[in-house]
């Protein structure tokens, strides 16, 4: 199938995108950037566009930068651009292994981060990322610029507090210590299938035990989140299994699990135990 009919706009500064966002965001005016969410609704004509406004000609928007002790990714910057890590330190390594879990390589040559987040599939990869990690996402308008914490950022199913005339201009991720763990685990069907669940978990050893646990847990609710039970169970505690094992538990106690076609809610919180587990026995690779 073909999209139906749609006018063309090919913004070069972000002032022109901020403008041609309040002038035909009304109007049913959609962003353009990787588009691999967009084109294939558009082809199917699940999604019809009055306006395309494509972002990949701006100047500025595939920065990939750390400053201010966070690392900084501009709208355009591609899924790609983590296959390895982009910066010394645990942060970038983390990046780089969570990147290797989305979809396809020909989707990650030309999807975005950002568009990932914008788009907040519950099975989005970046958006469990941003969450887990307390990322800022930067929002720009003819209003002016607000920034929205990553954990406010997502509503609901495909919903979140972006404005339909603002673009999301960046994301911003906080470097973890120097000494920090992490783990990444996810389950789907098939290499590059959407996760049916997943969890992504980060901490400190401080001291012989737990310090600063994250465990974030994406795919089995309507948008990801951080389990602040499962975090209450790892703190203070040595790693091991039997720790482990508590936390995946509180952590599927703590989900209200989606059901659809590829899973019940039975079985996506028995994911959710298992894929919590083995993101923290990865935190001990």
Not at 14 to 30: I, S
Not at 78 to 106: C, D, E, K, M
Request: aromatic share 6%; glycine share 8%; proline share 5%.
């Amino acid at each position: 199938m073909k999209p139906a009919t749609f006018a063309y706009h090919a913004p070069r500064t972000v002032e022109e995108v901020v403008d041609q966002l309040a002038e035909f965001a009304p109007l049913d005016g959609r962003i353009l950037a990787g588009g691999q969410s967009l084109v294939p609704m558009m082809a199917f004509r699940m999604a019809r566009p009055a306006h395309l406004i494509d972002i990949n000609g701006v100047e500025g928007l595939e920065r990939l930068a750390i400053a201010e002790d966070a690392l900084q990714i501009s709208a355009c910057v591609r899924h790609a651009a983590f296959h390895r890590p982009v910066a010394p330190g645990p942060t970038a390594t983390l990046l780089s292994a969570v990147a290797s879990n989305i979809a396809h390589y020909p989707i990650r040559i030309r999807g975005t981060f950002c568009g990932s987040l914008a788009n907040a599939d519950p099975a989005s990869e970046w958006c469990l990322t941003a969450v887990t990690l307390n990322a800022d996402l930067v929002a720009v308008s003819k209003r002016g610029r607000r920034t929205i914490a990553a954990a406010d950022f997502f509503t609901g199913m495909m919903g979140t507090t972006l404005a339909e005339d603002e673009l999301l201009l960046e994301a911003r991720i906080p470097l973890l210590a120097a000494d920090a763990r992490f783990g990444f685990y996810e389950f789907s069907r098939r290499a590059g299938d959407y996760a049916l669940a997943m969890a992504l978990t980060a901490y400190r050893i401080d001291g012989g035990v737990i310090a600063e646990p994250r465990v974030g847990i994406g795919g089995a609710e309507g948008h990801p989140r951080r389990i602040a039970q499962a975090e209450a169970v790892l703190a203070g505690s040595k790693p091991g299994d039997e720790v482990f094992r508590a936390a995946a538990e509180a952590a599927a106690e703590a989900i209200e699990p989606i059901e659809d076609a590829q899973a019940d809610a039975a079985f996506r919180l028995d994911l959710v135990r298992a894929v919590t587990q083995r993101a923290l026995e990865r935190t001990l690779a």
